[in-house]
């Protein structure tokens, strides 16, 4: 059974930065296709970014292009999401999932949630 808890989330001003990590237990971490969804509150939940098993390819929605990087390290079974210049609308719960079907931006492809992490941009 795979476990994933999601972490480095805060509160930090519009033009900052935070690193976001996901960390996983159980399965095989380096098979899996991992992604990043975030939740707004009164929204749905929306894809930020994904990640093939290797690291190797790297995929992202529109609205965090050129401001979040994706990554991994199959060694520690980690995913990270480095986000730089934060809006207002950048705030919302990040949570990290496995892919299992095949739209990695598709929330019902998704298995294995963490928790979540709230991320809070002030202006």
């Known amino acids: 059974q795979v476990q994933l808890v999601e972490s480095g989330g805060g509160l930090v001003q519009a033009g900052g930065s935070l690193r976001l990590s996901c960390a996983a237990s159980?399965?095989?971490?380096?098979?899996?296709?991992m992604g990043w969804f975030r939740q707004a509150p009164g929204k749905e939940r929306e894809f930020v970014a994904a990640i093939s098993w290797n690291g190797g390819n790297t995929y992202y929605a529109d609205f965090v292009k050129d401001r979040f990087t994706i990554s991994r390290d199959n060694a520690k079974k980690m995913v990270y999401v480095q986000m730089n210049s934060l809006k207002t609308e950048d705030t919302a719960v990040y949570y990290c999932?496995?892919?299992?079907?095949?739209?990695?931006?598709?929330?019902?492809?998704?298995?294995?949630w963490g928790q979540g992490t709230q991320v809070t941009v002030s202006s």
């Open positions: 159980g399965g095989t971490f380096s098979r899996y296709f």
């Open positions: 999932g496995v892919v299992v079907g095949g739209n990695y931006r598709d929330t019902t492809t998704y298995a294995h």
